[in-house]
């Protein structure tokens, strides 16, 4: 099986046209590989209203691709709250904990991409802002850790995707240039991120996410709606 090709995001024949090479693949796991947005939406909105506050949208989003460590520090400064950023990051853990322990579940195409991309020897490699032990426990439970066996986290880099640190961390575990490396996130400020650093983008779309992933679209190489297209492609 050769490596599969990225399509470029206009024409078909311009996809055509444009298709190269890719030979490793960086997943975000929330959103992408874990069906687990829901969980994060419905959790931010209670944990505004435990703290007394209100999160606009752009807090939101930035706070979902830092660290639990990270966005803590950030919603205490941001809103001088007297709670630590320990107390918050607490308050977070034992709710995902549960989730990712026990409910966990995989978004549509991951059974069948990964055998395809493993068969296929592409690098691949998962970059979150999941704590890494967390993401472990998903990825077991799921029976799909065996295709992740590099996590790299926010937490470790100590860099959220605004920055391009933990990209850079991928890159070098992958051996792969930016440009013959995609990266396949749902988050409009990861995308913006990668695409700044040359590495070819693939933005998932969930019906909900839309409009935010809509404002990078200069800076999207492809769009999908599960990575069972990303599978098709693999398999031609």
């Not at 460590?69 to 904990?97: C, H, Q």
């Amino acid at each position: 099986m050769s490596a599969p090709e990225y399509r470029h995001k206009h024409s078909k024949n311009e996809s055509e046209d444009a298709a190269v090479n890719i030979k490793g693949f960086i997943f975000d796991m929330d959103g992408v590989v874990m069906d687990s947005m829901a969980m994060w939406r419905g959790l931010v909105p209670e944990l505004a209203g435990k703290l007394g506050i209100e999160l606009d949208e752009e807090t939101n989003r930035r706070v979902q691709v830092m660290s639990l460590e990270l966005s803590s520090a950030y919603l205490v400064e941001r809103f001088g709250l007297d709670n630590t950023p320990e107390e918050i990051a607490e308050m977070v853990n034992k709710r995902i904990t549960a989730y990712y322990t026990m409910q966990a579940r995989l978004k549509e195409g991951v059974y069948d991409l990964m055998p395809l991309l493993r068969t296929a020897r592409m690098k691949v490699c998962m970059a979150t802002a999941t704590p890494k032990a967390l993401a472990r426990k998903a990825l077991n439970k799921c029976d799909v850790a065996e295709y992740f066996t590099k996590i790299i986290t926010v937490g470790e880099i100590g860099k959220g995707k605004s920055e391009p640190d933990i990209f850079e961390a991928a890159l070098a575990y992958l051996g792969t240039k930016p440009e013959e490396t995609l990266v396949v996130e749902d988050s409009e400020i990861a995308i913006a991120t990668a695409h700044a650093m040359g590495i070819k983008t693939c933005a998932v779309y969930d019906g909900v996410n839309d409009p935010v992933l809509d404002t990078v679209a200069d800076a999207t190489d492809m769009k999908i709606r599960s990575l069972s297209e990303l599978a098709v492609l693999a398999e031609g």
